[in-house]
DNA sequence: GCCAACGTTGGC
DNA sequence: GCCAACGTTGGC
């Protein structure tokens, strides 16, 4: 079982949203080392990090689960969507999605800073400067020390 | 294949 | 709103 920090800005999909909907889509990744991750290197039942970024503060806000084989992601074919890919062909789906379920809200959530602040998770991907990608692998160590500061 | 220009991300 | 960092694009 691998362990996964995956961004979502929360005006566009938050933690709330999900603790709602207990499953959904996650699409609209249009970044290939992403993309890749999220094709080869997840399973099912693969437990993620779900992080709010460009709110105030950053922070990570609860914890789901990868709940699906890698799909399609729809949206690249959807003329209306803000994410359609007028390259990308249906025989030769260029992106691709998960479906993630809700596991838990964190009672506190755990900002940037704090995370900053803890020697345990200065290997992160998500702390190097200039980082971008939103879905990220962590370790079981940080993912279990991300958890523990959120109770 | 190089690389300048451009667009996007996301913390600040 | 700014801008550093970085990915992508496209002319050559």
Not at 2 to 25: G, H, N, Q
Not at 61 to 84: K, L, M, P, W, Y
């Amino acid at each position: 079982m691998k362990y996964w920090l995956m961004k979502s800005e929360p005006f566009v999909y938050s933690i709330d949203d999900l603790a709602r909907d207990r499953i959904t889509s996650w699409d609209g990744v249009r970044n290939y080392q992403a993309r890749n991750f999220i094709r080869d290197d997840m399973q099912i039942g693969d437990m993620a990090i779900f992080y709010h970024s460009n709110s105030e503060p950053p922070a990570a806000v609860g914890v789901c689960r990868i709940s699906s084989e890698a799909i399609i992601d729809e949206t690249q074919f959807d003329h209306g969507n803000e994410n359609f890919d007028p390259r990308s062909k249906p025989e030769n789906p260029a992106w691709i999605a998960r479906e993630v379920s809700f596991v838990k809200k964190f009672r506190k959530q755990v900002s940037i800073d704090e995370m900053r602040a803890n020697k345990k998770l200065s290997e992160m991907l998500i702390l190097r400067k200039g980082n971008r990608l939103s879905v990220t692998p962590i370790t079981k160590q940080e993912f279990d020390e991300i958890l523990k500061m959120g109770e």
